[in-house]
């Protein structure tokens, strides 16, 4: 057994993503590890279209979140930039770009406020909270 083990912790974990005024929640339990200097989350997201796996990584100033089944997408930010992604979807892969405005990184929680466009045509402004703490197994 390598000595370099990561260690995963079971949490829940609370999402809250303001899309222009309109506020979408989702409440799920997932794993929280740490390597290095990177914090990652990771919990599924149940959908009537399927099951989608989420991993959020976060170090200081930037934030990668990867879905992966009845979702694909991946989104960067990185504090003060415009960074690509991506969103494939039954319609084919648009192309996103995410203008980060604010990155807030604390113990259980998650904030970023971004505006995104998708295909050259901007979707909206966007105000994403993820809350996660240890539960027991």
């Given at each position: 057994m390598?000595?370099?083990a990561v260690e995963t912790i079971p949490v829940k974990v609370h999402v809250k993503n303001m899309i222009n005024k309109e506020?979408?929640?989702?409440?799920?339990?997932?794993r929280y590890s740490e390597k290095g200097a990177s914090?990652?989350?990771?919990?599924?997201?149940?959908?009537?279209?399927?099951t989608t796996h989420t991993t959020v990584k976060v170090k200081e100033g930037e934030v990668l979140i990867l879905r992966k089944g009845a979702v694909d997408m991946r989104?960067?930010?990185?504090?003060?930039?415009k960074t690509s992604g991506n969103i494939k979807t039954t319609h084919g892969l648009m192309m996103t770009e995410a203008?980060?405005?604010?990155?807030l990184l604390a113990e259980g929680r998650v904030e970023v406020a971004y505006e995104?466009?998708?295909?050259g045509s901007l979707a909206g402004?966007?105000?994403?909270?993820i809350e996660y703490e240890e539960v027991s197994e």
């Open positions: 390598s000595s370099n506020l979408y929640e989702l409440t799920a339990f997932g914090r990652y989350l990771q919990y599924d997201e149940v959908m009537p279209e399927g989104l960067h930010f990185i504090l003060d930039k203008d980060t405005k604010r990155i995104l466009t998708i295909q402004t966007y105000e994403m909270k």
